[in-house]
């Protein structure tokens, strides 16, 4: 028998492990409970996944003692977990302002003997940056030369102690791995003359080796939790592509490729400073092997340039305090967007934004965002005690299912229970080649059924579950799903 499936309009939203979008928290940081229930993004249950940044200094203020409770992570994250959410988890070897801002590498690292760049504070006064710089100070900006032994010996010290509390957690959605570079961005700097750190040793050859070290550690501490880097150049007097063998070691491990900090600042065809050719040819090149992650992209022509390249994940970024979410659906004072958006680089196409467009962009990132597969029919029939099953499926979301499942078959009786079931990997097997953004996928499958069953009509009923994180069950794009997880697919009579 052949069945034609229901399936869900595109306008709803799925919340699936692996993809979607996700809310940002980074500095001053607010429980969940502290978000107003009537908050229009809650209410429309848009995501189930935030994102919590914290510097090293914060974390760690003494060698060995962690701050895990402190506010600023387990503190306020654990209301999310306890709400329902995902955690997407980074901890920045260098943040914005460095060690003496409490925004970097703790100063017991540099006492330990490892090197150090010191960068004037009055550099960054009135520059692109979003931050709010501190107008009252002179202390420089401190920066770790991230290819110190010193400063790798500390921080694997503390990449493993994070992967002993968080590896393999069900509420962890991803790790950063972000002990490289500003943000965690791969940029040992910003725009300020190299050569202090020509003095420290730098270059490319001794850069790479020291990535590929602290790649390999996130590794170790983490095998069983999905990882994801920034990209970028080496120093902005270096290309992107000289950091291309990092980028193929990325890719060789299926480690996410993220492009952070875009902001405001695209204009196509690729004139960003940080998004340029070279970069979207990366994406590109490694598309199959590593998810694309991106940050900001706020313009809806950005929005729909990311999704054209099969975005898995999007973070709205900005460094406003709080949840930055928070603005949205509301008019921000210039100030705040300079911070919040950033503004200051296309002022005339964010003010041409409406409220109302702000928030329906967040909407359709939600819908599209990711993969969104559907079954659109099966034939079914049972043989001689075997159950042959043959589906065809589709993916309309923006990017592939990179993710390893199993086909999940049950027979459930008038009242719903399972009588029988049995599980096993499509029959086409699993990757983005096969299940790629816009795919139709058939499977086929014989379930062999035990003599002992009776005779008697049942509910076929069909779930595609992960083979990681307890083989949670994937929200389908099709109509009636149960509260297991299950999809109905038609009646099947058993004959003795």
């Excluded at 709010?132 to 694997?156: F, H, L």
């Excluded at 750190?197 to 590794?219: C, F, N, S, V």
């Excluded at 999940?408 to 029959?427: F, M, Q, T, V, Y």
């Excluded at 949670?472 to 999809?487: H, K």
Aim: overall charge negative; glycine content about 8%.
């Amino acid at each position: 028998m052949r069945k034609n499936l229901e399936r869900l309009p595109d306008t709803e939203i799925l919340q699936n492990r692996g993809c979607g979008i996700g809310y940002v928290q980074r500095r001053g940081k607010i429980r969940f409970d502290q978000v107003p229930a009537d908050t229009w993004f809650l209410k429309e249950n848009l995501c189930d996944k935030i994102s919590i940044d914290i510097a090293w200094s914060q974390l760690e203020p003494e060698e060995g003692h962690f701050l895990w409770d402190q506010p600023e992570w387990e503190g306020c994250f654990r209301s999310w977990i306890d709400a329902g959410f995902k955690i997407l988890l980074k901890v920045r070897g260098m943040d914005t302002l460095g060690t003496f801002y409490n925004q970097g590498t703790p100063q017991w690292v540099f006492d330990a003997g490892a090197q150090y760049v010191d960068e004037p504070i009055e550099f960054y006064r009135n520059s692109w940056l979003l931050n709010e710089i501190p107008g009252d100070t002179s202390m420089p900006i401190r920066y770790p030369v991230y290819w110190d032994p010193v400063y790798i010996e500390k921080a694997g010290n503390l990449i493993r102690a994070l992967g002993e509390r968080y590896n393999g957690k069900p509420w962890v959605e991803s790790v950063a791995i972000a002990h490289t570079g500003r943000w965690g961005e791969m940029h040992i700097a910003d725009h300020y003359p190299r050569d202090e750190w020509d003095r420290k040793g730098y270059t490319i050859p001794r850069y790479l080796e020291a990535h590929r070290t602290l790649i390999d550690l996130y590794r170790a501490a983490f095998p069983d939790t999905p990882l994801q880097q920034s990209v970028g150049d080496p120093s902005f007097q270096d290309r992107f592509i000289d950091a291309m063998p990092s980028f193929e070691y990325l890719a060789k491990h299926r480690i996410m490729l993220k492009s952070g900090g875009l902001g405001k600042a695209w204009h196509p065809p690729f004139q960003s400073p940080w998004l340029d050719d070279a970069c979207v040819e990366m994406f590109r090149r490694f598309f199959y092997r590593s998810k694309v992650v991106f940050e900001n992209l706020v313009l809806p022509e950005a929005l729909e340039f990311a999704l054209e390249l099969g975005m898995s994940y999007w973070q709205r970024g900005g460094e406003a305090k709080g949840l930055g979410e928070l603005n949205i659906a509301k008019e921000i004072p210039v100030p705040e967007k300079k911070i919040y958006s950033g503004y200051k680089f296309t002022p005339e196409q964010f003010d041409a934004l409406s409220l109302d467009e702000q928030m329906e962009l967040w909407r359709h990132l939600a819908r599209k965002c990711g993969y969104r597969i559907a079954a659109d029919s099966v034939d079914y029939s049972v043989e001689k005690g075997i159950l042959h099953t043959a589906f065809l499926w589709t993916n309309r979301g923006a990017a592939p299912c990179y993710e390893r499942f199993r086909l999940r078959i049950a027979l459930c009786d008038s009242r719903g229970r399972a009588i029988w079931s049995d599980a096993a990997e499509p029959s086409c097997g699993c990757g983005a080649e096969i299940w790629d953004r816009g795919a139709s996928v058939r499977t086929g499958h014989s379930w062999r059924l035990p003599p002992s069953l009776p005779e008697g009509d049942y509910a076929l009923m069909f779930a595609l579950e992960l083979c990681s994180f307890a083989g949670e069950r994937m929200e389908l794009a099709n109509r009636g799903r149960s509260e297991n997880g299950f999809y109905p697919a038609g009646m099947v009579r058993v004959s003795a």
